[in-house]
């Protein structure tokens, strides 16, 4: 359960590398007219789904305290997008004791900067030239002009760290997203005919999520079919989906902002050719494989390099290829991310750990065969493994025709 023992476990493991004496300043994102989601980094320290609010994590030689500055209530506010939280309110889901209003900022990092604290601020990463500046960097620049002998660094390695291990709360999370976001894939697959556009069959999706409670989506879903399969990343979802065709799906729900990441790839007509079948199951068996390689010490490039090596393999014995560079022409991206409170998830890109979750993902794209094919589970790393947390979906050749001609 996501309650106020949580998030004070998410600061504890934010602090745990930051300095004695510093301070961690996170915003929930700018003032807005409407509602929006609050940043992910200062909802895992807090669970406030608001988007205005800041908090400090404050860091000492004996302790770690959280400090929450929220929204005074604002009969306007109210009216068009609700009233928000009180202190009361806030205290019970984030376990904060010491709540003010945002009116007490300047007061509240002034003290900080006069008492000798190192400030760390959530930077995201930004190009040399990239003529914007976050608030964040925005507001560093003013404070250095101010103080110029003010410390502040990044404090974004903290938030990375606390993120890549998993606690059994956020997994509980996922795994109800992946719950809603299977009872989607299940109503995409009894709808799918052919003569439907994309976006139709797309449509039941989206109403079964929410029906099963989803607040939202991961990412925009991808709903692939023929030859659009081939693109990674399409985004279109307007054609006609053709009898004999496969279709493509990427997709996922949230559930408490933690995110499903799924990809599932079946015939239109629920019936697969024996080409089809022929490169489905080479891309589920490399997951097969994936299964059974990952643990940890491994990176995901590791990975990556074992799933390429069966696809040189296989693809030789079908005759698609005859040398092993030509791998790259139909399987071009990663089989790994870590998944969370993002799809691709913040996270220190260091061996995997027990406790994160990844995504498991091999793909086949073959143009010229009118094929595409990625399927794909979210997946937590064990002390001696894995383990599927999305195996209730089903993806089999047996079982998927046999589900969609019941």
């Keep these: 359960m996501l309650d106020m023992e949580e998030y004070k476990l998410h600061r504890e493991k934010i602090a745990k590398n930051m300095q004695d004496k510093s301070v961690l300043v996170l915003f929930a994102g700018p003032k807005a007219e409407f509602k929006c989601a609050p940043n992910k980094n200062f909802y895992y320290a807090t669970g406030i789904k608001e988007s205005d609010d800041i908090c400090f994590i404050v860091k000492t030689k004996n302790s770690v305290k959280a400090q929450l500055l929220i929204s005074e209530y604002d009969e306007f506010k109210a009216k068009w997008v609700g009233r928000g939280l009180n202190k009361d309110e806030a205290h019970q889901i984030s376990g ?235 399987y071009f991206h990663g089989v790994s991310h870590h998944l969370g409170l993002d799809c691709h998830d913040l996270c220190d890109y260091t061996p995997l750990q027990a406790g994160s979750v990844i995504s498991n993902e091999p793909g086949l794209y073959i143009p010229q065969w009118n094929i595409g094919v990625r399927i794909e589970d979210d997946v937590l790393v064990t002390e001696d493994g894995c383990i599927n947390l999305s195996s209730e979906i089903i993806k089999t050749v047996e079982d998927i025709e046999k589900f969609m001609n019941e």
């Design 96 to 330: 904060i004791d010491d709540i003010d209003y945002i009116s007490s900022f300047n007061r509240r990092i002034s003290m900080f900067i006069e008492e000798g604290y190192l400030i760390y601020f959530d930077f995201c990463e930004q190009e040399l030239d990239d003529l914007t500046q976050s608030y964040e960097h925005a507001l560093a620049s003013k404070i250095k002009g101010k103080y110029p002998y003010v410390r502040i660094e990044n404090g974004r390695k903290f938030l990375k760290t606390a993120r890549t291990i998993k606690t059994p709360n956020e997994i509980e999370e996922i795994k109800k997203a992946i719950h809603a976001t299977n009872e989607g894939i299940k109503a995409l697959m009894k709808n799918a005919k052919a003569g439907l556009y994309e976006y139709q069959l797309e449509s039941y999706f989206d109403a079964k999520i929410k029906y099963y409670g989803a607040d939202g989506y991961a990412f925009d879903t991808i709903a692939a079919s023929g030859a659009n399969a081939c693109c990674l990343h399409y985004s279109e979802n307007k054609d006609i989906m053709n009898d004999g065709d496969m279709i493509l799906f990427d997709l996922g729900s949230t559930n408490n902002h933690y995110c499903a990441d799924i990809s599932r790839t079946f015939p239109v007509n629920g019936k697969f050719t024996p080409r089809q079948k022929e490169v489905y199951n080479i891309v589920l068996n490399g997951q097969k494989l994936m299964f059974d390689t990952i643990k940890p010490g491994l990176t995901t490039r590791q990975l990556n390099d074992v799933l390429i090596k069966y696809f040189q393999t296989e693809l030789k014995r079908i005759g698609l290829i005859s040398n092993d560079s030509e791998v790259s022409k139909y």
